[in-house]
């Protein structure tokens, strides 16, 4: 099963993961992580092609994307 990590600490809220998420799988949530910042969710994971594209574009290192054994 795939799953994607959104580490709180590091992520500024900057929204560059679910604006290029082809999918659509990540969403603005209401939490706040500890410097104020509203931190996108996963919201559609089955939609996920494990493109690792949120990972990859995040500037802060924020998201993991661990794919499926193949």
């Not at 998420?21 to 603005?28: I, R, W, Y």
């Not at 969710?41 to 990859?56: G, K, M, P, R, S």
Request: aromatic content about 6%; glycine content about 2%; overall charge neutral.
């Amino acid at each position: 099963m795939i799953e994607i990590v959104i580490n709180p600490n590091y992520c500024k809220g900057c929204s560059i993961c679910i604006d290029f998420c082809p999918k659509k799988v990540l969403q603005s949530s209401k939490e706040i992580n500890a410097k104020g910042y509203t931190l996108p969710e996963v919201v559609n994971i089955e939609a996920c092609t494990q493109c690792q594209l949120c990972e990859i574009i995040c500037p802060d290192f924020a998201i993991a994307v661990t794919p499926k054994n193949r």
